[in-house]
């Protein structure tokens, strides 16, 4: 069985790294916007393409203002 992955793996993200560490995949890179580092975590490489980003680090002066 041949697996067809796409490239980009995930879209409109530069710098991209994956871990697999215990049972879960992670995958973390830097946004289009070039001013935060986004981390999503799946217990499946595909599954990765389909969770929800979160936030890890803002360039300095971008955090958005709490409310």
Request: hydrophobic share 40%; net charge neutral; proline share 9%.
């Amino acid at each position: 069985m041949t697996t067809l992955w796409l490239n980009p793996f995930i879209e409109q993200h530069a710098d991209p790294f994956i871990l697999r560490h215990e049972q879960h995949c992670y995958f973390i890179a830097s946004a289009l916007a070039y001013d935060r580092l986004e981390l999503r975590r799946s217990s499946t490489l595909p599954g990765l393409r389909h969770t929800d980003p979160v936030a890890v680090w803002h360039k300095p002066g971008t955090v958005p203002a709490a409310s």
